[in-house]
């Protein structure tokens, strides 16, 4: 199994300039989380998906963020348009029960 | 407002070094609490504790919880430089799938 695949590993972009960020989580997981880490507020969660449909968008930000998720094996975490706040590491994860979470190796992002 | 709170933020230790990282929580409902390493990409697991006093090992690394003080520690014995990382504590809360993190205990093992 090749895990969470996260895409791009690293991305610097200009303010102002829209973000996309993808993942393909792990066949046969039914739940899909993103996350965003920073140092002065840790890992803290955006949105997460169960078969597909949002169930809990709190975390997002702004309306600047939107998450989508068409099918089981894909997902996308856009932001637009993008701020230098925006800066930090974006995690995906899966999971197909509680404590089974497996996390991609994230992107990190600079806005400039 | 739910919350996990990890002591220390950081910590320098020898190698041979035991240590005990602390992570406690305010929760609406618990689940379950959980123990990561995050080390250069994204965090490993590495222990879920459902119930009160009972320890879980593996090799070196041991974890215990106290749902009575809320809360939980993480031991490792004779440190590695391998086992420099961030540990991450979490904490599953039923209802939803989602996880509360701490900000993370940052453990160097110096040689």
């Not at chain 2, 003080?69 to 031991?75: F, P």
Request: glycine share 8%.
């Amino acid at each position: 199994d090749a895990g969470v695949i996260q895409s791009p590993r690293h991305e610097v972009t200009e303010m102002g300039q829209e973000v996309t960020l993808r993942c393909k989580p792990i066949s046969g997981h039914n739940s899909l989380f993103w996350y965003r880490q920073t140092m002065m507020r840790g890992l803290e969660l955006l949105i997460y998906f169960n078969n597909n449909v949002p169930i809990d968008d709190s975390g997002m930000p702004e309306d600047r963020f939107s998450a989508k998720m068409p099918n089981a094996s894909f997902s996308t975490l856009k932001i637009q348009p993008s701020e230098p706040r925006d800066s930090a590491v974006y995690f995906c994860a899966s999971s197909w029960d509680r404590g089974s979470y497996t996390f991609g190796s994230g992107t990190r992002l600079t806005v400039v | 407002e739910d919350k996990v709170v990890q002591s220390p933020l950081s910590l320098v230790v020898h190698e041979g070094d035991t240590v005990t990282l602390n992570c406690s929580y305010e929760v609406t409902n618990f689940r379950s609490l959980l123990w990561y390493k995050q080390e250069k990409k994204a965090p490993t697991f590495l222990f879920m504790l459902t119930s009160s006093g009972i320890e879980k090992k593996s090799g070196r690394l041991s974890s215990i919880l106290d749902k009575k003080e809320l809360s939980s520690i993480l031991n490792i014995t004779a440190t590695q430089t391998g086992d420099s990382a961030i540990y991450l504590c979490a904490v599953d809360q039923g209802g939803s799938e989602k996880l509360v993190f701490g900000k993370g205990t940052k453990l160097t093992v110096n040689p």
